[in-house]
């Protein structure tokens, strides 16, 4: 037996050990209270935001689901806001809008692209000053008719700053997003009841506008949707995915590119949020800080044990040192293959890993499809 494959062995095994620990921890927690004072009756006034770039395909259909909300229609309004898309989106836009009069929808256009994140803050600096809520939501996200109003809810207690929803799998995606889903989604809301979780969704972001007021828009580089609602949880707010908001996205273009993208902010988030929320002095000390900790670190080292543990047993199979030992961990690492769980679970590490390389590399996480 050689130490080179008994130091493996032991990276691997807290590679899967500390996320285990935690996640059979969280699985307890899910099913405890919100400790919140949840509201039906609170009816804030909403403004739901769609940024858009080349989305002819999803957009006539995201108007139509959003048209189909049960909340009432007099505290709904709606802003698409195209970043100079070359494709039909705007005539879609314009023909929706002639064929539904009574719809409060407000279309705004720029000639000249900046993005979606600097493209939704210059939104936010123009709403109408009543506007208590917003939602942030993805063209090629499809929400449950009730989305708007289960969510709007929990703002009625005052310690809630940030909701987002629950992706559910399209029938006909493929399985490893659908395993990745179901499993996430559970942890997320097990955070959320918690405190917080750092995670959020572009599908369905909502966001209370005082809280912006109060701690200015989070204009930094590489701001997304997940940072945005660390940032809020941060400041003291409670950011949680509910699991009666939930919302379908159809799976489009490269999987690799979109896994590596989710990464990439992922990584960004990690890396940068805490210490934005230092910096502008609006830091407060709850227990998202024990949550934020050990996601950061299953996001940015983590992974690394897993390539560490299994590198230094490949060294021994082909030196022929350890070889028995490292061969046999390597093949059952190999076999549980079949298992889409973990799966999932290694090509998210794989994601990860890349991302961070590119991390150091470059902060550009400029959207392509
Ligand atoms: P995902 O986050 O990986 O799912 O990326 P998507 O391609 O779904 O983009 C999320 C949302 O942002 C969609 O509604 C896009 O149309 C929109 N979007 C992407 N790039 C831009 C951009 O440059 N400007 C604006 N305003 N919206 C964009
Ligand atoms: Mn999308």
Redesign the pocket.
């Known amino acids: 037996m050689s130490i080179l494959s008994v130091l493996g062995l032991i990276l691997v095994g807290l590679h899967f050990g500390i996320p285990g620990v935690y996640f059979s921890y969280l699985r307890r927690q899910v099913n405890r209270s919100w400790n919140l004072h949840a509201d039906p009756g609170y009816l804030p006034m909403v403004v739901v935001i ?6 002819e395909e999803m957009i006539v259909r995201k108007l139509d689901n959003l048209d189909e909300q049960t909340y009432p229609h007099d505290s709904l309004s709606i802003i698409v ?3 100079a898309s070359e494709d039909k989106t705007r005539s879609l836009i314009d023909g929706w809008i002639q064929a539904h009069p009574k719809s409060h929808l407000t279309f705004m256009s720029q000639q000249k ?4 994140m600097p ?2 803050l210059s939104v936010l600096k123009k709403l109408d000053p009543k506007t208590e809520l917003i939602i942030l ?5 499809f929400w449950n008719k009730e989305a708007v109003s289960n969510g709007a809810r929990y703002f009625a207690d005052p310690i809630v700053g940030v909701v987002t929803g629950s992706i559910q799998y399209e029938e006909h995606g493929d399985s490893q997003e659908k395993t990745y889903r179901g499993f996430y989604n559970i942890l997320r809301v097990a955070e959320s009841k918690i405190f917080a979780t750092p995670v959020h969704n ?2 369905f972001l909502a966001i209370r506008m005082s809280a912006f007021e109060k701690f200015g828009l989070p204009d930094f580089a590489g701001i997304d949707d997940s940072a945005l609602g660390s940032f809020m949880a941060f400041a003291g707010l409670r950011a949680i995915q509910v699991d009666d908001v939930s919302v379908v ?1 159809p799976s489009r ?1 490269s999987l690799f590119r ?1 896994k590596t ?2 990464a990439n902010r992922l990584i960004l988030n990690f890396s940068n949020t805490r210490k934005n929320a230092e910096r502008l002095g609006l830091y407060k000390r709850t227990s998202f800080e024990q949550i934020w900790r050990m996601e950061s670190w299953l996001h940015l080292f983590n992974p690394w044990l897993l390539l560490l543990g299994a590198l230094l047993m490949a060294v021994d199979v082909v030196s022929g040192r350890g070889f028995r030992l490292a061969l046999l961990s390597l093949t059952v690492g190999l076999v549980l293959f079949i298992l889409p769980l973990y799966r999932t679970w290694i090509a998210q590490q794989f994601y990860l890993i890349v991302a961070r390389l590119r991390s150091f590399v470059t902060h550009d996480i400029t ?1 392509r ?1």
């Open positions: 769609v940024p858009t770039y080349n989305e806001a195209d970043d692209r900046t993005g979606k493209m939704v939501t993805d063209a090629d996200a572009g599908p996205e273009g979109r993208r989710r959207w499809r």
